[in-house]
């Protein structure tokens, strides 16, 4: 088990293929257009490809385990809309109702699990109810109005810069070292590979699979969270397809225990620079969708 997810020479070859292939479209968008090498602009692909990194990197510890969590875009919308109406609308201190937000995405990510490994019903069913749940709650949450009023100490966690570099980039930054050091470094990150690629192989080594899957539908809970919650709050549709993209991109295998937080990272940067490189062009939004569908495709081959 361990040898298939830890193979480092196969996961190098892994990790330059998709290093070239984001190289590759880099240059062929800096030649396209001269806007996309500006500092701006640069900043900006950071920016936005970090919130998609953040619940990428939650979506690669249940895909790793052979899972599946479609309800992410949902979790962020209801999380982020929570703790921005604790804010404005129950006047709550920034960091508390930033810790009810992610309190929210722990609880739902806890009840996918649950769903999965004590109500025995399979992740893409359980996942998909709760993403019509956390979608509707958002809704009646919101009345279908966008929350206004947010303070600048709220804002500036999505907004904010350290030492020009954007905060959410930052924080991305350390949850994939963390996630790396977690899933490389620990009998935990060796269990979630080893559940993705054995489940009953692990069983039989003392391990319980289902509390294994239990944290990690609650790690993608609460990483979605914080997804909704750094920028400012929105309706977040369509990030499960980012979400579970990136993974793939990044050499992440959909059967489990195959796959890097490193090669995450890249993925979803090839998504970010994609859609920035293809808007600056001119190119609708309906042809992106397209060509990250074609990207994910060429890379399961």
Known sequence: MRSSAFSKPAESLRRISVLGILLLICVVFALGSSEFLTASNLLNVALQTSIIAIVAIGMSFVIFTAGIDLS??????LAGA????????QGFDTYVSITIGLGIGLILGAVNGLMIVRGGIPPFVAT??????????????TEGRPIAGLDEQFIFWGTGQVWGIPLPVIIMAVIAVVAHIITRYTPFGLHVYSTGGNEETT?????????????????????????????????AVGWELDAIAAPVLGGTSLFGGVGSIGGTVIGAFIIGVLSNGLNLMGVPSYYQQAVTVDLINKRRR
Request: charged share 10%; glycine share 12%; hydrophobic share 60%.
């Open 128 to 141: 998909l109810s709760m993403l019509a749940i956390a979608r509707g709650l958002t809704l009646v949450y």
């Open 72 to 77: 992410v875009g949902s979790v962020m919308a």
């Open 82 to 89: 929570i703790a921005a109406g604790m804010a404005v609308r």
């Open 203 to 235: 069983r039989l080594a003392g391990v319980s699979p289902d509390r294994i899957k239990l944290a990690v539908y609650m790690i993608s809970g609460f990483l979605a969270a914080l997804g909704g919650i750094l920028p400012q709050p929105n309706a």
